[in-house]
């Protein structure tokens, strides 16, 4: 990785330790800022949105949130799901007026919060959802870990399940987002413009990056790190386990759970938990930072890209061009899947970050590779 | 005898037999464990995989017929035989034999010496890729598998009907018990003396320990390490077969059937990683346990449906006092 470049010269602290060290880098990335911001919104219709980009930044968000906990903290999650539940559960509480009920009296309701204010609500109860269940990081490792944050996920998708509570007592069980404005622009309901739903997802997921940029390239980033080479190691030199894997996991849980919450709210309007925070979900997520590389920003925003856009291509080559089946065409998509995550962990364990990479510092050098 | 308590004894007797099926999935994984340090999530989707391989044999289904059928637009579907179920048995464990060394060959050789937490992510993949490639070339539609022993009506006649009668209500007590589940009890048991005796007398088996115990080791005393690894992983198609079987038997082969692996991870954790005892006991446990407490406690108070979390409860709360399990080897830390 080429951090400096000749002739590419920083004369104070602050430039020398911005996020994009070399000029070409940061050119880049307002490019892709202003495209996204300034151009997108203009040319996208309702397909697009709904099919390729709010999935996509939704899940991209999710992936930060997993990657901090098992790419930089080395605390393998299989509670994903679970936490997007909580967070899509927290904002429509949130947005719907918290009631409080105490022997069988509505003790006191709070007034509706405004759509952005529950989706952050909805990222700080899951942070604390998941700092509980965090906890038992402190004595099991590795895939017990593993295992044991699949308590998480099926208990709270049980939870949502079960108490009326937390759906409103609605007869259906399921919780649907009513129609919310921000700056008098509708978000969530039915008839969302395409470019509101996208713009107001575009805000978090670039906020989250950013955070999550800054974060990990800090003292905070680097006791995680720590922490996943060696936690024994790391406590020796005085990074605070506890501290460290308890942040870990909160950060961590406030991504999953924004992303949660913006995946109930503006993304489908209205879910099952069962079936829309499922452990499916909970995989989903892992092999999108697995395939996009573990312990990188950029990795999470090409793993979530490649798999909200792998079914869909697939469907379009195999049932579109092809003519095959549907069913078909899904098994299909999980054979792929599959040997995807086996073939980047034995060739690519950095996943498509390090393919990106590489290929940037071949083209640095082109046409003379010495 | 007094109502309630009959209803207590059906639900322990369910349990236990539930916990047996937990118990055979556990069992495929501590061996594969044990053997290489691969944490082997794909152990249910192999019994799934296992069980639809066995149907197909069983009822003469082409492979992959959905699949041909959408490229070259033909319309092939079966060969037009069925196959005795013990030959398609034998068949069953050749494809599983294959697929071991496939999966040796081609995955796990290539992954030697990698941290657990990637070969875990590794047999995650291997899952995904099993259930799809056993959906493409089987179908996923839920099939009724129907082998003699889960009828009973492989036993001389009257011996069927005279276990029917004492299981009916197990010997006057009112208790009812499947036969079923009889077999599948005693087909465990069979299988765990049996992998007892192979582990502890035949020379394979002792290779096999020797690997378990340290690599390199057994590599310097001249025991393959490829071999044994290709050896636990068809022991561990067989018994997902067999779990596969028993499941399938009950509740015809389905997807759900991968799901129980999942449930097999905290039977682990609560009986080690590493002990065969340990899979046995655990699972029993938390087959008796999710049932009691669904029957006790869930139904009556917390609205039901608690089995789905209840193990994984009851092993984060177990783990935080002995991070091993109850049988397994005590975890140190070297620096």
Not at chain 1, 326 to 336: E, G, K, N, R
Not at chain 1, 340 to 355: C, M, S, T, Y
Not at chain 2, 138 to 150: F, H, N, T
Request: charged content about 10%.
């Amino acid at each position: 990785m080429f951090y400096r470049e000749a002739g590419d010269y920083s004369t104070t602290y602050a430039e020398d330790q911005q996020t994009f060290p070399i000029r070409f880098d940061r050119y880049r990335y307002y490019i892709v800022l202003f495209i996204a911001i300034v151009v997108v919104p203009f040319v996208v219709n309702d397909y697009w949105v709904n099919s390729l980009l709010l999935p996509f930044l939704i899940y991209a968000i999710a992936a930060l949130g997993l990657n901090i906990l098992v790419g930089y903290c080395g605390q393998v999650s299989l509670g994903t799901g679970g936490f997007m539940a909580v967070g899509a559960y927290a904002c429509y509480k949130f947005m719907t007026g918290v009631d409080i009920w105490w022997g069988g009296e509505l003790l006191f309701r709070l007034p509706e919060f405004n759509i952005f204010f529950s989706v952050i609500m909805g990222g700080v109860m899951t942070a604390i959802v998941g700092v509980l269940f965090g906890l038992p990081s402190l004595r099991i490792k590795g895939f017990y870990l593993a295992v044991a944050t699949l308590a998480a996920q099926f208990f709270l998708v049980w939870l949502f399940n079960r108490v009326a509570w937390f759906y409103n007592y609605s007869a259906s069980g399921q919780i649907s987002a009513p129609e919310r404005d921000l700056f008098g622009i509708l978000i969530t309901g039915p008839s969302v413009a395409p470019w509101a739903a996208y713009l107001f997802c575009l805000i978090f997921t670039i906020a989250s990056a950013v955070i999550a940029r800054n974060l990990t390239r800090g003292a905070s980033g680097r006791k995680w790190m720590a922490i996943r080479d060696m936690d024994i190691a790391a406590e020796i030199i005085g990074v605070n386990p506890l501290r460290a894997k308890l942040t870990a996991f909160m950060v961590s849980s406030f991504f999953i759970g924004i992303s949660g919450a913006l995946f109930f709210a503006v993304y489908l309007g209205a879910v099952e938990v069962g079936e829309a925070f499922g452990i499916q979900k909970s995989f989903l997520v892992l092999f999108m930072i697995i395939i996009g590389g573990l312990g990188s920003i950029f990795g999470s925003f090409a793993g979530a890209a490649f798999l909200v856009l792998l079914p869909v291509a697939l469907k379009v080559v195999g049932v579109d061009w092809f003519g095959w089946p549907t069913d078909i065409v899904a098994h299909l998509q999980l054979v792929i899947v599959g040997l995807l995550i086996i073939v980047f962990l034995i060739a690519e364990p950095h996943g498509i970050n390090q393919l990106w990479r590489v290929a940037k510092e071949k083209l640095r050098l082109w046409p003379f590779p010495h | 005898m007094n109502e309630q308590l009959v209803y207590t004894f059906e639900v322990i007797v369910n349990g236990l037999m539930a916990g047996v099926l937990y118990a055979l999935v556990a069992l495929g994984f501590v061996l594969i464990y044990k053997a290489s340090g691969i944490f082997n999530y794909a152990q249910g989707v192999m019994a799934l995989f296992a069980a639809m391989t066995l149907v197909g044999i069983q009822n003469g289904q082409v492979p992959f017929a959905h699949l041909i059928n959408a490229i070259f637009g033909t319309d092939v579907h079966k060969f037009g035989w069925s196959v005795h179920s013990f030959l398609a048995i034998l068949f069953t464990v050749a494809v599983m034999v294959l697929l071991a060394w496939m999966v040796q060959r081609f995955v796990f050789r290539h992954l030697v010496g990698q941290e657990p937490i990637i070969l875990f992510m590794a047999t995650i993949g291997l899952a995904y890729f099993l259930e799809g490639v056993a959906d493409l070339m089987w179908g996923s539609e839920l099939k009724p598998l129907d082998v003699c022993m889960a009828q009973g009506n492989c036993l001389p006649q009257g011996m069927n009907g005279w276990l029917d009668n004492t299981t009916y209500d197990a010997w006057g007590t009112g208790v009812f018990i499947d036969n079923l589940d009889i077999v599948a009890t005693i087909v465990a048991a069979i299988l765990v003396i049996g992998l007892i005796v192979f582990a502890q007398y035949t020379k394979q088996g002792r290779a096999m320990r020797a690997v378990a115990d340290d690599h390199q080791a057994a590599l310097s005393v001249g025991v393959s390490l490829n071999f044994i690894w290709v050896l636990v992983w068809s022991l561990a198609g067989f018994v997902a077969l067999v779990a596969g079987i028993m499941w399938g038997a009950k509740s015809g082969v389905q997807f759900s059937l991968s799901l129980i692996a999942l449930k097999a991870l905290p039977v682990l954790m609560l009986g080690g990683f590493t002990s065969i005892p340990g899979a046995i006991v655990g699972g029993l446990i938390i087959g008796v346990g999710e049932k009691l407490f669904e029957f006790l406690i869930g139904a009556p108070f917390l609205g039901g449906a608690t089995e789905n979390w209840f193990a994984y409860m009851l092993a984060l709360l177990f783990l935080v006092f002995r991070p091993q399990g109850l049988f397994g080897e005590k975890i140190i830390e070297r620096v």
